[in-house]
T-cell receptor, first 112, second 116 residues
Framework: SQQGEEDPQALSIQEGENATMNCSYK?????LQWYRQNSGRGLVHLIL?????REKHSGRLRVTLDTSKKSSSLLITASRAADTASYFC????????????FGKGITLSVRP | DAGVIQSPRHEVTEMGQEVTLRCKPI?????LFWYRQTMMRGLELLIY????????DSGMPEDRFSAKMPNASFSTLKIQPSEPRDSAVYFC??????????????FGPGTRLLVL
C-alpha cells in the first residue's frame, strides 16, 4: 500500500485563489517531500520538510508537517494557470535500504 | 546542465519484442532510480543504483525486466519479452547521493512505452 496518500485527488480553482493539498502517511518519517509533474513531463522537486520542522516556505509555496497526525499540507498562494499540474508527496520507506515512495498525486487545475 | 536524459522519448512495439530504455544521469550524481508510472498504480520504484551498483531491485515486476549501469553516466532498463501490460511511462531519476530518503531526485522526461 502507499506510504503517502494525497487528498483531494483532484482540485479545480480560479486563478488568484489559494490551493491546499494534503498528504497523510502511515509510518514515522524523517522528512517529507513535495514534487510537481506537468503534463507529459517528469517530476520536479518543490520542497523538503524535515521531521523537526513544522512549517517551511518557498516563494508562493507553504508546507506544513504535523508528525502527531502523520500529515502534511502544501499551500500554493495566489495560484496561476501555470500551477496547473499534478502534485505528489514523497516519503522515505523505512528499512535498511530506505527509498522514496510517492503517493498517487493530486491533479490541480487553475482556471484563468 | 542538461538534466537527466532519457531515450527514446516514445516507443511503440509489438508484444514479444525486446525493449531497451536508456538513461544518462546528471553528471556527478551517484544514485540512479528507475520508475514506472501508470494511471492504475501510480509511480512505482523499480530499481535503484548507488555508485553503479544495484541496491534494491525488489520493485522489478518480473524476470522479464532487467537493469544495468555499466558506468556512472549510463543505465539501461530492458524488457524481454515485452507484454501489453508493460505499457507505461518509464522515468529515470538521479540524485547526488543516497541520503536515506532525504535525497532530492531529479527526473528525466520519461519514455512513453506502448506495447501492442
Amino acid at each position: 500500500s502507499q506510504q503517502g496518500e494525497e487528498d483531494p485527488q483532484a482540485l479545480s480553482i480560479q486563478e488568484g485563489e489559494n490551493a491546499t493539498m494534503n498528504c497523510s502517511y502511515k509510518t514515522s518519517i524523517n522528512n517529507l517531500q513535495w514534487y510537481r509533474q506537468n503534463s507529459g513531463r517528469g517530476l520536479v522537486h518543490l520542497i523538503l520538510i524535515r521531521s523537526n520542522e513544522r512549517e517551511k516556505h518557498s516563494g508562493r509555496l507553504r508546507v506544513t508537517l504535523d508528525t502527531s497526525k502523520k500529515s502534511s499540507s502544501l499551500l500554493i498562494t495566489a495560484s496561476r494557470a501555470a500551477d496547473t499540474a499534478s502534485y505528489f508527496c514523497a516519503t522515505p520507506k523505512a528499512g535498511a535500504n530506505s527509498k522514496l515512495t510517492f503517493g498517487k498525486g493530486i491533479t490541480l487545475s487553475v482556471r484563468p | 546542465d542538461a538534466g537527466v536524459i532519457q531515450s527514446p522519448r516514445h516507443e511503440v512495439t509489438e508484444m514479444g519484442q525486446e525493449v531497451t530504455l536508456r538513461c544518462k544521469p546528471i553528471s556527478g550524481h551517484n544514485s540512479l532510480f528507475w520508475y514506472r508510472q501508470t494511471m492504475m498504480r501510480g509511480l512505482e520504484l523499480l530499481i535503484y543504483f548507488n555508485n553503479n551498483v544495484p541496491i534494491d531491485d525488489s520493485g522489478m515486476p518480473e524476470d522479464r525486466f532487467s537493469a544495468k549501469m555499466p558506468n556512472a553516466s549510463f543505465s539501461t532498463l530492458k524488457i524481454q519479452p515485452s507484454e501489453p501490460r508493460d505499457s507505461a511511462v518509464y522515468f529515470c531519476a538521479s540524485s547526488p547521493r543516497l541520503a536515506g530518503g532525504q535525497e532530492t531526485q531529479y527526473f528525466g522526461p520519461g519514455t512513453r512505452l506502448l506495447v501492442l
